[in-house]
């Protein structure tokens, strides 16, 4: 069975996270303005992404925290590589 897909929002900081699975020990790559990519240390596959000052960029009231019953594979579409330098 696939990770469950999380999703949390922190209102005060306005910052949206998104998680495959519960949250660990993650390395991290910028990948544009305020979106980061996060990746298992072990096999650098991408387990989330967080994107910072949310309400800015989405006219959405998100709640404090919700969750969401999907099975989600995240995958690049370009390598790892590749988005640091886009």
């Known amino acids: ?3 469950e897909l999380k999703i949390s929002y922190d209102k005060e900081a306005d910052v949206l996270y998104v998680s495959l699975g519960h949250p660990e020990y993650t390395i991290y790559t910028e990948i544009g303005p305020d979106l980061i990519l996060r990746l298992d240390p072990e096999t650098h596959e991408v387990v989330g992404f967080t994107i910072i000052d949310f309400a800015q960029h989405f006219a959405y009231n998100a709640p404090s925290s919700l969750q969401i019953p999907l099975t989600a594979t ?7 590589e590749e988005l640091k330098t886009a």
Request: net charge positive.
């Open 1 to 3: 069975m696939g990770k």
């Open 74 to 80: 995240f995958s690049p579409l370009r390598p790892v």
